[in-house]
């Protein structure tokens, strides 16, 4: 069955469908069962399951991160969510010392089917603590699954796989994502390690994560009104990394900006680039460009704000130097049309 | 009893010996004690070849506590446990074979040579994990026993643990979510004094663990480490007040590590602790106490003997199997990341 949903509407779908096929799934975190319910996205689970599978828990991330562990490890499905990534940073050595490890350390005896569900990214003057996005930090760990869904279609369907694979899966949704609406298959569950083309072109290929192939779609427009094609592919799963995918796109264009939502030092761009740079080093027609935010904290004050964030603008000046063209005159557009909407509190 | 009984109770002055375990049972505990000894006796004796290449905690003065904690315990527990857990493995599994053979790297070892000393495991025998991050089994038992709940079984977890990992925070989360839930969690203390070389009162602000527990919604009990029938008494006891009033359990134990941290050697001359008496040595070793109270009740020293000779040569094949096993192939470096 189609639906038109939003994201928040999708994340709260696939988690009622998983509940309902395996008795053994369960969610919880600080939050999940309150009447704002992590901004919709577990709403409705506690009335049709019950606070049994579904409950809120002290504010202790490192144990409760333990827990979901020692639950995955007796059976049970656990989806362990966090309304900010900033405090998955509290869970660390559970997840990079435990979870990550117990299966390889134990001669592969053990399995950890465990979701952690956390928000990244922009609201308006999130600040410091309640902005990042740690998708290069986790994929950096082996043992981890590192998942980053854009559109509903992909929050619902990488959510269910995610919920079914053996091994632990960090699942990272973009705050602003949750606003937006799609069409959601029910039917369509992906695997995870395959990255998808969202518009497909022949100039340059913006490789995007997250709320950047957001951006990268508003560039395209801009883009295509001179001509210029840019082929957006949404990386959507880091670890595992649909290599092959990536790198048929940049043969093809022979042309690469990487727009990774994250700081750009020692990010998961740099991963990106090397990777381009390597399989695709006879074939490119220049180097690799790489957009990161700006490597400073996230700042509060909104013109810092959104000096510190990438936008389409960047990716349009990107591709524009890149190819040799004059700047379009872009003084009357307006790129944060999305940040000018969203009015918070969080 | 009430679940308050514990708290007139102070560790170790229980009358609880005499009964403690049947005598059919006593050279079965025994044998448990002494394979815990003499497999690290081995590796103390090995360790200087250099083939062991892993970083061993060695028990020698804590083995009463895993042998006597898992004879209390119901068949189908779900353990975890630390760094030092080679008397724990050895408690719950009898198995020297994979227990050598990982500490030599090799394919045949519990973990495939993966593990090591420091994270043995046999969660097909109920030794789920252990870890060498002090007090990070703590909610991952918490987690078990969450899943037994929700599950609706009444198995139990039983998580061991040193006295410094009461002052990591996880374990005060631990203990809060599994007061909170009435989990059938029984956390087991084992109380050294130290943290490495760092005695308890450089780095404790409370006067006593058991004392700063107790105000959490958990059945608390004390015990003497040192003393093997102690502990299994201990043991039945929390696990009565279990039954009787659903919550998790908290066991103390202190005992003597008669060894440096890490590594195989004594450490007295290095200052910061003396050498026990023979006298203090002798009431500190597990081994030797059991023995004699065996000895006191009149069991025959041959039968004692026969206990050790089996050991030894359960060990000794253990050791030449792990030493001509092969080691794990290239393979096997990427195998097992994933399921």
Redesign the interface.
């Known amino acids: 069955m189609k639906s038109l949903i939003t994201f928040r509407e999708a994340l709260a779908l696939a988690l009622a469908k998983e509940m309902e096929a395996d008795p053994t799934v ?1 969610v919880f975190g600080l939050d999940v069962a309150d009447h704002k319910r992590i901004f919709g996205s577990t709403q409705g689970l506690v009335e049709k399951f019950g606070g ?1 599978r579904c409950f809120g ?2 504010l ?1 991330e ?15 499905r ?1 989806v362990h969510v966090h309304i900010r990534a900033d405090f998955l940073l509290l869970a660390m ?2 997840i990079v ?2 979870i990550s490890n ?12 465990l979701v952690v569900r956390a928000i990244i990214g922009r609201g308006w003057g999130q600040s410091a603590q309640h902005s990042k996005s740690l998708h290069s930090v986790f994929a950096h760990f ?2 981890l ?1 590192v998942v980053l869904p854009t559109r509903p279609q992909d929050a619902y369907g990488l959510l269910r796989s995610a919920i079914r694979d ?2 632990p899966v960090i699942f990272l949704e973009h705050r602003w994502l949750y606003d937006i609406t799609g069409e959601v298959d029910d039917e369509d569950v992906p695997p995870l390690g395959a990255a998808e083309v969202r518009r497909p072109g022949d100039a340059v290929t913006v490789l995007c994560t997250s709320w950047m192939n957001v951006e990268a779609l508003m560039a395209a427009e801009v883009l295509a009104r001179r001509g210029v094609e840019l082929e957006i592919v949404d990386v959507r799963t880091v670890s595992p990394l649909d290599e092959d995918r990536i790198v048929a796109s940049v043969r093809k264009t022979r042309n690469c900006v990487v727009a990774d939502y994250d700081w750009g030092f020692c990010g998961f761009g740099a991963e990106l680039a090397a990777l381009v740079g390597h399989s695709c080093f006879g074939v490119l027609a220049r180097p690799v460009e790489r957009l990161g935010f700006a490597h400073v904290p996230c700042p509060t004050s909104r013109p810092l704000e959104n000096l510190f964030y990438l936008s389409a603008l960047d990716i349009i000046r990107t591709v524009e130097r890149m190819l040799g063209l004059d700047p379009a005159d872009l003084s009357g557009a307006t790129f944060y049309s999305y940040e000018q909407r969203f009015k918070g509190p969080f | 009893m009430s679940p308050r009984a514990s708290k007139r109770t102070s560790p170790g002055k229980r009358a609880v010996r005499s009964d403690a375990i049947r005598s059919a049972d006593a050279l079965a505990v025994y044998r448990k004690l002494v394979l815990a000894r003499r497999a690290e006796e081995t590796i103390r004796e090995e360790y200087f070849k250099d083939e062991m290449k892993t970083p061993v905690h060695l028990g020698i003065g804590a083995e009463a506590i895993s042998v006597g904690v898992c004879h209390g315990l119901p068949g189908a527990t ?1 353990v975890f446990g630390t760094y030092r857990n080679h008397a724990l493995y050895l408690a719950l599994t009898g198995d020297t074979d994979g227990f050598f053979a990982e500490l030599y790297g090799k394919i045949t ?7 090591g000393s420091m ?1 043995l ?1 046999a ?2 025998r109920g030794l ?2 252990t ?1 060498a ?1 002090v007090g ?13 709940a ?2 609706r079984s009444d198995e139990l ?1 039983a998580v061991f643990f040193g006295d410094g990992a009461v002052e990591e ?2 374990f005060w ?2 203990l ?2 599994a007061s ?1 839930r009435r989990l059938r969690d029984l956390l087991v203390c084992e109380d050294n004094g130290l943290a490495i070389h760092a005695p308890a009162a450089e780095r404790q602000g409370f006067r006593s663990i058991v004392d700063t527990v107790r105000p959490f919604q958990c059945h608390v009990v004390s015990g003497d480490g040192s003393d093997v029938e102690d502990v299994i008494a201990t043991t039945r006891r929390v696990l009565a007040l279990m039954a009787e009033d659903p919550r998790p359990g908290f066991l103390h134990f202190g005992y003597f590590r008669f060894l440096e941290h890490v590594g195989p050697r004594e450490d007295f001359d290095a200052g910061y602790r003396r050498r026990p008496t023979p006298d203090e040595a002798r009431r500190l070793d597990p081994v030797v106490r059991f023995e004699e109270r065996l000895r006191q009740r009149g069991i025959a020293e041959a039968a004692l003997a026969a206990v050790g000779a089996g050991v030894d040569e359960q060990i000794s094949r253990s050791v030449r199997a792990a030493r001509e096993a092969q080691f794990p192939s290239a393979a096997e470096l990427y ?5």
């Open positions: 369960f049994e828990t002290p202790s490192d144990a409760m991160t333990g827990v979901a562990l020692g639950a995955a490890l007796s059976g049970l656990p050595n559970q010392n435990m117990v299966r390889y350390m134990s001669g592969g005896k053990l399995r950890v089917p082996p043992g699954k053996d091994n | 779900k070892g519990a973990g495939k040579g993966k593990a994270h495991s969660p097909e789920v994990a870890s991050v990070t089994t703590i909610p991952v038992g918490v987690g078990a026993a969450l899943a037994h929700y599950q977890v925070g996880v989360e631990s809060n979510f909170l195998r097992d990341v994933f399921a």
